[in-house]
């Protein structure tokens, strides 16, 4: 497309993207060049698309002509207007006085052309009439061909959507309409049987279908003009099956048929399959359905069929899986990094792009850094550091929340100064999605292509999609990380404060005759600390029931000392410091009066989660053996009421004293264990 102005591209682009051109005729375009002549009074009329130096004639009325170049097009003028043109005399015209249209055959003296234009406002053709002598529009007949110009768009429109949609009912319905010929029509000339059914036309107008014959005995093939279209080679109807072989993408080349599978019809007569069009090299998904003809002895001697080009409907049903797995993979992700890789891998898959990944950006340092990239086997990457210079217009756009659609960066003007450095990195089409955070700029997730593309509104919405979890994850990562320095601050100053305490206790208690008392104040308090110790490391949220026995039990014994068993348990922060502090008074217990005042004294100490689904309770049981006999305390002291206290205050406790040491059992609902509190 070299020498086409930008514009030019994006609006080339643009009428690309309704695969109409060189589409046959159909009867709702047929009708609206109709209704034009009839409004406008003249004996030409048509419904115009401008193409790359060419105009294709959707529908016409006077004409009798499907195309012609644009050196003479009243329309290529046309489409430079804002929505309308009238030309009342060409003759008095500057512009035209001396178009060989005017000058000579057929002498065109009026004109006049509505736009059609795409949904981003790029002009694509017109609804024109022209007449042999001059003439003026009433305002009625300008508004009402300019309302026409709209069914048109319409309609391309609606064609646009259809042709994503699902395509199986059209090709059962041409399928059953081919399922009685049978030997009687198997002489026919082959054209009979492929062009000129009116099936066949039907379907092939109405659904973008390709029909193919292919003579089993000679392995060459009859195609119609959309079978051409789809696989990306010349318009012809003779080929030989091989052509179309070697267009399969390596792994599905056992899907389709080959000379020996048809020959014995055992080929599949629905599948599905990849091909690398011959004209772009594009990967395209197809859809096959076909059928054998025999003859009289039940020999097959034809398969014939319908293809379709799925690939949209295929990107469509890989997008929705995409975005469900995407939460589930996102949450697994520990860092950037993890999450830069895991929305790159997606996004590459829902758009099937060259290139995809996440970039942060750094203002400070006028930088962007390119976290990772996704990369087809052709691509090179762009992972790392890359100056903002080069990307200027790009990040200008960005920063003020833009999503960047940009189906050929040559094309786009505003992207003239980038230019070179996405040719360097080799783009020419790409979508970005910006992440902003407190109104700033600070990342963006982008596909790469390597080839001029039209990005669709389902793939604009499943970039969003993408973007909206990669941004909740950085942030839920980013909320983790803060939350882990203030954890850290917090525990500094707590156990600052706890310090001091102790500082203040042994400074007032320091002539209390009870050292016992004081002792004791003091274990209470590191038994906190060390609870407090676990649940920083857990955010205040959950700590671990093996961890908390673990570290407050340290305090009493070796580890030779304190057999632990159980399961892995949660438990709250409220539940945390209370079995922090009944572990603490069990073990200062045992010191002194039980198992742990023996050398050959243990605690065994183990726990178990039983009950139905929404009644489980934790049974943990506290059994000191190898002491000597233990005796119930005549005083109540504040540790013993303590104890009586159970987990997280339950009061369910069961104590016994035996003659090996105390046994003490006790219970709390889980719904108390792990309750994380306000």
């Known amino acids: 497309m070299e020498g086409i102005t930008p514009k030019e591209q994006r609006r080339l682009a643009a009428l690309e993207s309704y695969n109409v051109l060189d589409t046959p005729r159909e009867q709702d375009f047929d009708d609206i060049a109709a209704l034009a002549s009839a409004i406008c009074g003249t004996p030409i009329a048509v419904v115009n698309l401008i193409g790359d130096g060419r105009q294709f004639f959707k529908a ?7 195309e012609t170049p644009l050196d003479s097009s009243f329309c290529a003028r046309a489409i430079l207007e804002q929505d309308f043109m009238v030309i009342p005399d060409a003759t008095k015209d500057p512009r035209f006085v001396c178009n060989p249209l005017v000058t000579g055959e057929p002498h065109i003296r009026f004109y006049a052309g509505a736009l059609l234009k795409s949904d981003d406002g790029l002009a694509i053709g017109t609804v024109c009439a022209l007449g042999y002598e001059p003439k003026e529009l009433t305002e009625g007949q300008k508004t009402s061909l300019q309302a026409l110009a709209r069914q048109v768009m319409s309609q391309l429109e609606l064609r646009r959507t259809l042709h994503s949609m699902s395509h199986d009912l059209a090709l059962e319905r041409r399928l059953s309409a081919k399922r009685h010929i049978r030997a009687s029509k198997v002489e026919s000339k082959n054209e009979e049987l492929l062009v000129n059914d009116a099936r066949s036309k ?7 279908i390709g029909i193919f014959e292919v003579d089993i005995a000679t392995d060459e093939m009859i195609v119609s003009e959309e079978f051409c279209r789809i696989f990306g080679v010349p318009l012809q109807r003779h080929y030989a099956t091989s052509v179309f072989q070697k267009l399969i993408i390596d792994e599905d080349k056992k899907k389709a048929s080959e000379a020996v599978s048809r020959g014995d019809t055992t080929a599949p007569l629905s599948v599905e399959y990849r091909v690398r069009r011959g004209s772009d090299q594009r990967v395209r998904w197809i859809a096959r359905r ?9 020999k097959p001697v034809k398969m014939i069929g319908v293809i379709i080009d799925i690939t949209d409907t295929k990107r469509k049903d890989a997008r929705i899986a995409a975005l469900l797995s995407l939460g589930d993979r996102l949450r697994v992700g520990k860092t950037v990094e993890d999450i830069a890789r895991i929305t790159s891998e997606i996004l590459a898959e829902g758009l099937a792009v060259n290139r995809a990944g996440y970039s942060t950006l750094n203002s400070s340092t006028d930088s962007l850094y390119v976290e990772f990239n996704w990369l087809a086997p052709d691509a090179v990457s762009i992972a790392g550091h890359h100056a903002l210079n080069g990307f200027r217009a790009t990040i200008n756009r960005l920063e003020v929340g833009d999503t960047l659609a940009v189906p050929n960066i040559n094309a786009a003007s505003w992207l003239e100064k980038d230019a070179e450095a996405y040719t360097a990195i080799g783009v020419r089409s790409f979508v970005k999605v910006p992440i902003i955070d407190r109104g700033v700029l600070v990342g963006m997730l982008f596909a790469h292509d390597s080839k001029p593309r039209f990005w669709s509104k389902p793939e604009l919405d499943f970039a969003w999609g993408v973007a909206d979890r990669a941004y909740a994850a950085i942030a839920r990562l980013n909320a983790e990380a803060e939350q882990r320095i203030l954890n850290q601050e917090l525990s500094h100053r707590l156990k600052n404060t706890l310090s001091i305490v102790q500082a203040i206790a042994a400074q007032t208690l320091r002539n209390v005759t009870e050292k016992d008392a004081v002792a004791a104040f003091n274990g209470r308090l590191q038994a906190l600390s060390s609870a407090h110790d676990v649940l920083v490391r857990q955010s205040w949220s959950t700590a671990r029931l093996r961890e908390v026995i673990e570290k407050v039990m340290h305090l009493h014994a070796s ?6 068993s159980g399961p892995d348990v949660p438990l709250g922060p409220k539940a945390g410091l209370s079995l922090s502090l009944l572990l603490h008074e ?3 217990n045992a010191i002194k009066y039980g198992s742990l005042s ?13 009950g139905e689904a929404d009644k489980l309770v934790l049974t943990l049981k506290w059994e000191e053996k190898g002491g000597p006999p233990a005796l119930e305390p005549e005083r109540k002291g504040f540790g013993t009421r303590l104890i009586g206290m159970g987990i997280a205050g339950t009061g369910d406790v069961e104590k016994y004293f035996t003659p090996t040491g105390l046994v003490a059992t006790f219970r709390a609902p889980m719904t108390l264990v792990i309750e994380v509190g306000e």
């Open 598 to 610: 023996t050398e050959t004294g243990t605690v065994e100490i183990s726990w178990d989660v039983s």
């Open 559 to 564: 580890d030779g000392k304190i057999l632990v």
């Open 60 to 66: 016409e009325v006077g004409l009798g002509v499907r």
């Open 202 to 208: 039907a379907a092939h107008d109405a659904g973008r």
């Open 290 to 298: 076909a059928q054998f003809v025999e003859d009289e002895a039940g």
């Open 586 to 588: 069990l073990g200062t």
